[in-house]
């Protein structure tokens, strides 16, 4: 491994890095990320509890396990109104190593009072006896409508009921979906020494958001698992980041969810230990996968027709970039004008200017694409078919400078349509 190849991966953990996967086409997907081998040391399946009222046959109760205990980190939702799930997890991690994931989708546990903690407990135990560890040492999760009571005795049923495997992680990001249409998972491995290397790394991450996609984090949730032997305070040290610069980059529609978690395992099961530039290397899989994962939550947003990228530049820091950024994104009306192919750019500068962070707007600059829309205090003529172009291909960027100095920030949103207003219209009908 070259030292450049070395160094645009760690790119990729850090702020500095590419952001679009198919940027890494010939350097660090095709050496590093291709899968080599079999995950060790985990097994996971899933079953249909009938959660949802009238689908008794879809999957919605999925378990992770690992075969060893396993060094863990989390990030949690940082709404106030926090599910039971995440607390009792929140406890769970607290007290050591875990050995399994349990999740169910269509309820979300939330807003549930006491009896919503006693039951994620519930799903703790039921999850325990199946695969012999203590109720600690299981994280819960949940996702899908808030304040109604879980049906624990059917999700403990179903959760006996599970036949573990190896290969069944489509049938867990299956079990995870609520308004997604499809599962999101990913799978990359490491090899520690030269290319093709028997000393590897297997990494596998599963998803599930569509809406309430604003995170810090939002109605998503996501657990990646990894066989490498890496001690839960590097963990702990390195996933918030990977997080704050993935998941946290993305909105849909602006919402912060109850239940936000991202889980990330390691079991050691492999023999290997990273070290040095390879333990370098294993986060910066880990920002791919997290970056992976949340282009897919993104693209499979509730409604969604484009995509869209907000990159800041001249902004008076990395944090007012930031700011600027996530109203850009969230703003219902850039996300309407997005939706409508429509150049609006004072509503871009609009949002900026409301965001908290200072601007120059005599020194701003808006770029739709490669198209200069409003430069130095004033709008620029410009070729509309050319900006129509720009709206039909895929990864519209909008670049934005502030012109008060050299912070800079990048977020991810998607348009805002009329099936947006239909799905979350019905949601609980």
């Not at 999740?103 to 199946?130: F, H, L, P, W, Y």
């Not at 999760?141 to 999700?155: C, D, F, M, Q, W």
């Not at 702990?236 to 969810?257: C, E, K, L, M, Y």
């Not at 004033?378 to 008060?404: H, N, Q, T, W």
Request: hydrophobic share 45%; aromatic share 4%.
């Amino acid at each position: 491994m070259s030292a450049a190849e070395f160094q645009r991966a760690v790119r990729l953990s850090r702020n500095d890095g590419p952001r679009d996967p198919s940027t890494l086409a010939v350097t660090f997907e095709d050496w590093a990320l291709k899968p080599t081998g079999d995950l060790v040391g985990y097994s996971v399946g899933a079953a249909a509890a009938g959660v949802r009222d009238g689908k008794p046959s879809r999957l919605d109760v999925a378990l992770i396990v690992s075969e060893l205990p396993c060094a863990a980190a989390g990030v949690f939702t940082t709404n106030q109104v926090i599910a039971a799930p995440c607390i009792v997890t929140r406890r769970h991690l607290e007290r050591g190593p875990l050995r399994a994931i349990v999740v169910n989708s269509g309820n979300a546990n939330a807003c549930t009072g006491e009896q919503g903690e006693r039951d994620a407990i519930a799903m703790a135990e039921a999850a325990a006896d199946k695969i012999g560890c203590d109720p600690h040492e299981v994280a819960v999760a949940s996702t899908g409508v808030i304040g109604v009571p879980l049906p624990v005795e059917r999700i403990a049923s179903a959760i006996r009921s599970i036949d573990l495997r190896k290969d069944a992680w489509d049938d867990v990001a299956r079990a995870m979906m609520t308004t997604d249409t499809r599962p999101k998972s990913v799978r990359r491995d490491y090899p520690l020494g030269t290319l093709g290397s028997p000393e590897t790394v297997h990494f596998r991450g599963v998803a599930k958001g569509a809406g309430m996609i604003h995170p810090n984090m939002a109605t998503m949730l996501a657990f990646i698992v990894c066989d490498a032997d890496i001690d839960a305070a590097l963990m702990r040290q390195h996933v918030p980041g990977i997080v704050a610069r993935t998941f946290n980059r993305i909105s849909v529609d602006g919402d912060t969810s109850t239940n936000d978690m991202v889980l990330v395992l390691t079991n050691g099961a492999s023999g290997f230990k990273p070290v040095r530039k390879p333990l370098a290397m294993c986060a910066a899989v880990l920002g791919w996968l997290c970056e992976d994962l949340a282009q897919q939550i993104l693209a499979d947003g509730e409604g969604v027709t484009r995509v869209f990228k907000v990159l800041i530049r001249g902004a008076a820091s990395d944090v007012e970039a930031m700011l600027a950024a996530r109203t850009i994104t969230t703003s219902t009306l850039v996300k309407t004008a997005i939706h409508g192919a429509d150049p609006n750019w004072g509503r871009i500068l609009a949002a900026a200017g409301r965001s908290g962070a200072k601007v120059d707007q005599t020194r701003a600059t808006v770029r739709i694409g490669d198209v200069n829309v409003f430069e130095s205090g004033a709008p620029r003529s410009f070729d509309r078919e050319r900006i129509r172009e720009i709206f039909s291909s895929p990864g519209l960027r909008i670049a934005v400078d502030l012109g008060v100095a050299k912070g800079k920030g990048e977020a991810w949103g998607t348009d805002l349509s009329e099936e947006y207003v239909r799905i979350n219209a019905d949601y609980t009908t």
